[in-house]
């Protein structure tokens, strides 16, 4: 304890004296009133108000369905009949100019180009390629927003995915449903506003870290909430044996008010933050339980998403949970769904990884919209980055693998106000290079934001002497795929 | 008369001196939440603000006419400085009161509040410095240009916070704005928008007469050429150019342009000049020549449209609902939020079923006016809450979903005239309820999934009333058959039962059938024994199961492996060392009962590799053995493979044991998913108070291996004596 109010008082700057210092002779000094923002240390920045949109929003939530590990571009969405008809043929050092190569392929003396091995076709009125792994996808592109372009600053897994969640691959930023939850408030008190479900196909798979969904230098109140996929998806959630509800309630309106006067004494703002955790987690035991009961779920819903929505922790059991969420007012829910990284025996793993998350994505996309709410809720679908259009390791005539590959990748956006049935962007024949408009991970970002009726210019968080935003210093928004 | 007159100088001094007292704490204090009625009373400020302004001017010719200092002309003077202080006094009053309401440009209204409360404080100072400047006439006419002068200072900001920056500066002002024409394939970028927006947010700066920082924009060659700091753009080149560089600047910088305060471009704006320069700044450049897939068609698409649909969509016809009203209606379980932070607009939603009660809809009535949309799902709301709805009369989206409407009272809906989107998923909404909706005028779509609505009259629906879309969503194909998911068990992890313990098997899917074997035989839809309860097992059992229902395929079968506890062994003794790193619990982990799992090695495993798997057990209270089963780890991935023999001795002690024992389970002919393999060796039957076990891993892994010819590992978490 000692050690902590010396702590604190550490972190008593001056800037933080001199605007206590602002407020307390204010009252008194008309001298101090004179100057007044002075003291007050008021930002000149033009920073948004916090909890509600700067502009009509088009989305009003997010449910972000990351491939963890990378999902091939050229097995899935980015069609190159190019790569069939020069399979096996080396990748022309014109095409490659240089790019650097992970340290698994940096020692191969060969890059043969290999074609998919899947068929492609076109689909709906938009005429989107989705090549046959994804027959419950292609039968909605016409709700899809497809972008091709997308490219990294990262070349492996930790940073790249660090990079796409916090908009730096270092790992000390906020994350962007920590940057949702600061910028515009939670719907419904009574849950996070940010949720994290995690869960593992059968291809091989690259893990995930807390860091992902760490609310970085913002209030721990912006943290991602794991859910688990066991028995109680939400740990010590249910009151203890013995203890019902009112001595639960009792316990703690006696424990706030010990925190309470633990703050007047001691002034961290996380023990407010903490008041505020336990009350809502109070709440939450009354809404958790009418989420995750996956009891009562009809027939129809269970077709729509598959039978493995019954199983907890399965892609298809979180994209169900992810909507009952998203419809309960929660601001951000991420998924990650690993097991994308095929750097061998592809065929095999891309084929057990679309099996598993093929019909919930779409059953997804089919429930939100049957109920009304894919206008509000913006879906995201993909991985960190791309894979290579040359084979990783040894090219047999029934395996190949795909390293990592930064340049170029797709993913696609649905609902939100994304323009339904659109395919942005277009890359070059070898699916190596980008042809025609990019968008960085910076821009995504933007574009996000954007949906959600924040300028991301504006959504700003001071801290170590500046200001910090989710696009930091770049990013733009992405017109072409807003409706 | 003398008299009468100081009692009037007086009492107007006293009074003055109190207003002024008043006006300086108001003016330091926050005057946010006052009444109303007080900060209309600050609209008189613009009224009043002439009658100071006149006097102080006034003043001056005054004070050089009445020279000769006379009584007469001194009370004169006196009056009129008194008033002229408590105009200005009183006209500050109100200026603090009409601050109150927030709308003024913040930088702006703290130069005007505090010079004129200077002005406003010099004029009564100025009572005073005519008496004691009887003489000292420079002194006092310096006074009194003071006052001018700073009055007009403190008024030309305040001139400028109701009319305008611009107000004062002098030349041709353009206030009309142009429109945009319509976009059509001849549209020309450059004529038609690019120059549109220039005269909107540009040119009053930046014209032939006033040409600021020496730029004209009125042509595309002044355009070009540029001003003081360098030509406006480099052709070809967006990041270069110097209009677009200024723009991109924060508002802050003293650089940015447009400066604040005036008209900003909007990011559409700056993409569609940044494009332009981009395309050659090509002066004739149609709509139809730039690219299909273009963002920039979309682009200009928007810049055009959005004009006419910034005024109508933003705009409601009414106004914000007060703070407080607001925030006293807004709990965990009603939310009431404002569509942006600008709009009147506001959404309310309900949360947590448990808390629901038609009186929290009840009470919304208080911001009937300005609640767009109202999201019920999932509450406990029935047929009462339509007496309530019908006040909404703005409602824009109703969310009935999941709620326990019968559908009858859906006729009350017809008072919300500007209904759009009613959700009706979930609930038990009828075709017959819907004639009503069908012949709103505003409503633009129903959500019916999951009500009582066929996909036949969904059809006939949209048909028959076809300006409106129902949306009927997912209708299962009957003829696709899913497969189920395999059964599992309750206690998954459990792999070690109790004798008596029951197995419980179960699946998620309600109404499905389990079937299951012991005997290793695979089940299906005929054969197998139906899961009906919990049952017991004796000794080592696998049980293979798998799902059965109606209208799906059956399951994969799932492999359940159970051990019983056999005889207890009361103390293990490892005679070969495992590896450093699985040494897990020592000798107790081979008796203790805790199961390891096949992937997570580093947990209740012993791991053998250099020397053979080599344990011995002692049993103080013998009783028969006939078997000793070995739980080992099967992960042909991580070189971990069954033993190639395992050797079972016995005996009464450490120095008289005999084989009693032996098998060489089957090996792995291809890299296999990891599991558990129970490994059942059969013994000679006998009481053995001391057992020995030693399993001998494979020396050198099989051809198929990617490790061929090195030793695999032997993982043993758990040895049973039955």
């Known amino acids: 304890m000692e050690q902590q109010e010396k702590e604190f008082r550490l972190n008593v700057t001056r800037r933080h004296f001199l605007t206590k210092a602002g407020l307390g002779l204010g009252g008194a000094a008309l001298g101090g009133l004179l100057f007044k923002d002075q003291f007050m240390g008021v930002d000149s920045q033009a920073a948004m108000q916090l909890g509600v949109a700067q502009f009509a929003p088009k989305a009003k939530r997010i449910i972000y369905l990351f491939q963890n590990g990378a999902p091939s571009q050229l097995e899935t969405f980015d069609h190159k009949p190019l790569l069939n008809k020069m399979h096996g043929e080396e990748l022309p050092a014109s095409i490659r100019m240089g790019q650097r190569l992970t340290g698994m392929t940096s020692n191969q003396e060969k890059f043969p180009l290999v074609g998919s091995t899947f068929n492609f076709a076109q689909y709906g009125q938009s005429g989107a390629w989705v090549s046959e792994l994804f027959p419950h996808m292609a039968s909605i592109v016409d709700d899809l927003c497809f972008i091709k372009t997308m490219h990294t600053e990262a070349i492996n897994h930790d940073p790249a995915l660090t990079f796409f969640q916090t908009g730096a691959q270092q790992g000390n930023r906020p994350s962007m449903g920590a940057w949702m939850s600061y910028g515009l408030g939670s719907e419904n008190s009574n849950l996070p506003s940010y949720c994290v479900l995690l869960s593992r196909g059968r291809g091989n798979g690259q893990g995930v870290y807390s860091k992902l969904w760490t609310n970085g230098f913002l209030d721990s109140v912006h943290q991602g909430v794991v859910f688990s996929s066991g028995e109680d998806p939400v740990l010590y959630l249910n009151n203890p044996d013995g203890h019902d509800k009112q001595s639960r309630r009792d316990m703690l309106d006696m424990l706030a008010q010990f925190n309470a006067s633990s703050f007047e004494n001691i002034g961290d703002p996380e023990i407010k933050t903490r008041i505020q955790q336990y009350e809502m987690s109070y709440r939450m035991q009354s809404a958790v339980p009418e989420l995750t009961d996956f009891s009562k779920e009809s027939n129809t819903t269970i077709k729509l998403y598959g039978p493995d929505c019954l199983v907890p922790g399965t892609y298809a059991a979180n994209c169900l949970l992810a909507r009952k969420l998203s419809e309960s007012g929660v601001r951000f829910v991420q998924l990650y769904h690993q097991g994308w990284d095929t750097h061998g025996n592809l065929e095999g793993d891309m084929r057990m990884q679309a099996e598993d998350v093929d019909r919930a994505s779409a059953g997804l996309i089919k429930d939100l919209k049957q109920r009304g709410l894919l206008d509000e809720t913006l879906v995201i679908w993909g991985g960190e980055f791309g894979r290579t259009n040359y084979c990783q390791g040894k090219l047999t005539k029934d395996s190949y693998g795909r390293d990592h590959h930064p340049k170029c990748f797709s993913l696609w956006m649905a609902g939100g106000g994304t323009k339904p049935g659109t395919v942005y962007g277009e890359t070059d024949e070898f699916g190596y290079n980008i042809a025609k408009d990019p968008v960085s991970v910076h821009d995504f970002h933007a574009t996000v934001l954007h949906l959600m009726g924040i300028n991301h210019e504006q959504l700003t968080y001071k801290h170590l002497g500046r200001r910090y935003r989710l696009t930091d210093i770049a990013g733009e928004v992405v017109q072409g795929v807003i409706a | ?722």
């Open chain 2, 1 to 722: 008369m003398m008299k009468k007159n100081q009692l009037h100088i007086q009492i107007i001094g006293s009074l003055l001196m109190l207003l002024q007292a008043l006006m300086i704490v108001m003016s330091s204090v926050s005057l946010q939440g006052i009444p109303l009625w007080l900060q209309q009373l600050g609209h008189l400020h613009p009224v009043l603000l002439h009658l100071p302004i006149s006097f102080i001017i006034l003043l001056l010719p005054l004070s050089i006419i009445f020279k000769k200092g006379t009584e007469q002309e001194r009370l004169l003077i006196s009056y009129f400085l008194h008033y002229t202080a408590l105009f200005a006094t009183i006209t500050a009053l109100m200026g603090l009161l009409s601050a109150a309401s927030n709308e003024y440009d913040p930088d702006l209204l703290t130069k005007h509040k505090w010079l004129s409360i200077s002005t406003a404080v010099l004029s009564h100072a100025l009572v005073y410095i005519h008496q004691i400047s009887l003489h000292k006439r420079t002194a006092w006419i310096s006074s009194v240009t003071a006052t001018v002068m700073l009055m007009f200072v403190g008024s030309h900001f305040g001139g400028s916070l109701t009319h305008g920056e611009d107000y004062l500066s002098f030349g041709e002002k353009e206030n009309k704005s142009k429109e945009f024409k319509p976009i059509t394939d001849s549209t020309v970028v450059y004529n038609d928008v690019v120059q549109t927006i220039l005269i909107n947010k540009c040119i009053e700066c930046h014209n032939e007469q006033k040409q600021k920082g020496e730029l004209d924009l009125t042509s595309f060659a002044s355009f070009q050429k540029g001003g003081k700091t360098g030509n406006a753009f480099i052709i070809g080149d967006p990041e270069q150019s110097l209009f677009i560089q200024r723009a991109l600047l924060t508002i802050d910088d003293r650089k940015h342009m447009p400066p604040k305060g005036k008209l900003q471009l909007t990011s559409e704006e700056i993409f569609l000049f940044k494009e332009w320069t981009r395309k050659k700044a090509d002066t004739l450049l149609t709509f139809h020549q730039i690219d299909q897939a273009d963002t920039l068609r979309s682009i200009i698409e928007k810049i055009v449209n959005t004009k006419s649909i910034e005024k109508t969509v933003n705009q409601y016809p009414f106004s914000k609902a007060s703070d407080d009203k607001i925030q006293s209606l807004n709990s965990p379980f009603r939310r009431i939020m404002p569509v942006d932070i600008h709009s009147p607009a506001l959404v309310v939603k309900f949360y947590l079923k448990e808390k629901f009660s038609i009186q929290l809809l009840e009470e919304c009535s208080a911001i009937a006016k300005q609640v767009i949309e109202i999201n019920l799902s999932s509450m406990p709301a029935d047929d009462g809450i339509f007496k309530h709805l019908s006040k909404f009369e703005n409602l824009e989206k109703l969310n009935l979903n999941g709620t326990l409407i019968s559908g009858k009272e859906l006729s009350a809906l017809k008072s919300n005239k500007k209904l759009e989107s009613i959700y009706l998923a979930n609930t038990s909404v009828g075709k017959n309820d819907l004639e009503v909706i069908g012949k709103l005028p505003s409503v633009k779509s129903v959500y019916l999934w999951n009500s009582k609505v066929t996909d036949k009259e969904a059809v006939a629906l949209n048909q028959k009333y076809n300006q409106i879309k129902w949306d009927i969503g997912y209708v299962p194909d009957e003829k696709e058959l899913l497969k189920l998911t395999p059964p599992s068990t309750v206690n998954a992890e459990k792999m070690i039962l109790d004798p008596g313990e029951l197995v419980q098997l179960k699946h998620p899917l309600p109404g499905a059938q389990i079937r299951y074997t012991i005997d290793g035989s695979a089940p299906d839809s005929m054969n197998g024994l139906l899961y009906s309860k919990p049952f017991s097992i004796s000794g080592l059992t696998q049980i293979n199961a798998i799902a059965v229902s109606n209208g799906w395929l059956s399951s994969n079968p799932s492999t359940f492996t159970y051990f019983l506890k056999g005889a207890k062994a009361d103390s293990a003794v490892i005679i070969n060392k495992p590896a450093d790193r699985y040494r897990a619990n020592g000798s107790i982990t081979l008796i203790n009962f805790n199961k390891g799992t096949p992937t997570n090695l580093n947990l209740n495993w012993l791991g053998f590799r250099d020397e053979t798997m080599k344990a011995a057990f002692h049993f103080s209270h013998p009783i028969q053995i006939k078997q000793a089963v070995l739980s080992i780890a099967d992960n042909t991935g991580a070189y971990v493979f069954p033993p190639q023999k395992i050797i079972v001795k016995g005996g009464n002690s450490k120095s008289s044991l005999r084989v009693i024992g032996t098998v060489s389970p089957a090996q792995p002919i291809q890299q296999r998913n990891a599991g558990i393999i129970p490994v059942t060796v059969q013994l000679a039957p006998g009481i053995y108070p001391y057992v020995e076990i030693e399993a001998i891993n494979v020396q050198r892994l099989p051809n198929w291996h990617p490790g061929k010819k090195e030793k695999a590992w032997v993982f043993v978490d758990e040895v049973f004596f039955y």
